[in-house]
């Protein structure tokens, strides 16, 4: 029996080959993993947004079916939501946070605290001490001057998320998508 040739009779992979294989599976991996990040921060964006939307709603829901105004006071590292109540039964339309004199500051409903984004306003009331506030009345309208934003932004400008801001006018509340155009808006979806 003759042996068949080197060539003929060799089976399996070179060394040099499987370390480019390897080396192809982790540029890939690598690649793979910081398209994961980029969508886990926008669909992140989205969610907050899309919870604050929620939150924004209930406190308007709040304010009609209690007959009482409800606050919501915006920083640029989360939001609350207050009940009026403060002075007792039915509270006297301004925001009480901390008690005074004895008595007992506005019910706290909601504390969001967002700390990998931040929140910012544009044409809502205006604010002061690094906070802004605004309220829904008795009736579910908004006590804002015009119709304006909130926006939630992600540190990385890459991430365009479908949702990541909420359009607030006297009478509604809507989520949509910031747009650069014309400035800077927020385009209602």
Known sequence: MRDKPYKERQKGFSLMEVLIVIAIIGILTALAINSFRETGDKYRVESETKEMFA????????????????????????????EDTAPAPDGDGILTITPVLGGSGDKLVVKVTLPSHTIVTHGLVGGSSGYETFRFGPNGVASVTSTGFIRIVTPDSRIVPDYDCIVIGPTRVKMGQFSTANGGTCVEK
């Open 55 to 82: 939150n924004l709603m209930d406190a308007r829901a709040r304010a009609l079916q209690r007959n009482r105004i409800s606050f919501v006071r915006i920083e640029t590292n989360g939001y609350e939501t207050y």
